[in-house]
């Protein structure tokens, strides 16, 4: 759900080799995206030099065609700025390779920069995008393991659904409830503490958006109070769970 008292006028700042030039738009000072940017259409045509140059009228006009002469970005939240990342910059930098797109775009997100959607993708669907991306590659080099994972022959209709990214959310819970994941031999001597559910997992994120650095943080503070005996492991244990509700948002 969002938040409107987070959805607060702004003004980007686009630093070109021939100076600066100031568009108003709208940030989300929750997600940091910046969106609804007024009057790009007309920027560009004026730094393009091409007078042949024109939009399709049903697309929205970029700053791509000129991204060479652009020297960084930034946005005006509140009379403070910002660092402003344009993701179809990281997207087009991605396609000429050399660059893990995940670690791209995990670092802007890991930063708290404001950011510009790419073809109507968020910053967060744009790395579970790449993520989707590496899962299905993985699963083409590995065919019979990721099979036996989800339950369903590598010729399979399910299978095919899976890997051309065709199967909706309930299609694959039902096909994780299905499956039986064995864990390493390693993992043994604490299966008992994971099947009961006595861990902490801070993977990337969280509900929707639980920036995982933070819980990092967190309990590396509240361990050095265990190891003191300042405070018990309950207790370390509550002021992560604490933590956890303090930055988790919808």
Partial sequence: MVNNSNIVNAMVKYHFSDGIHTLPCKVNKQTHEVFDISGKTQLVKELVEDDDFSFDSDEEATLFEVYDDLDYAEVEVDGKLYPFQILEMIDEALQDGGMNPIEEYSAVEKSG?????????????CIRSWRWWELKN?????????????????????????????????????????????????????????????????????????????????????????????????????????????????
């Fill in 113 to 125: 920069d404001y950011w510009e959607a790419v073809d109507g993708m968020s910053l967060t669907q």
């Fill in 138 to 250: 993985s699963i083409e080099h590995n065919r019979t393991a990721i099979a036996d994972f989800i339950g369903a022959n590598p010729g399979s209709a399910t299978y095919v659904k899976v890997l051309n990214g065709n199967t909706n959310q309930t299609e694959i819970c039902d096909m994780l409830d299905k499956a039986e994941a064995q864990m390493p031999e390693e993992y043994e001597y604490v299966a008992d503490i994971i099947n009961n559910g006595n861990i902490a997992f801070p993977s990337d994120r969280w509900s929707v958006n639980l920036p995982s650095q933070s819980l990092f943080d967190e309990f590396t503070a509240q361990l050095q109070g265990v190891i003191s005996g300042d405070i018990s492991g309950d207790d370390l244990v509550k002021a992560i769970d604490t933590k956890a509700d303090s930055i988790r948002y919808e």
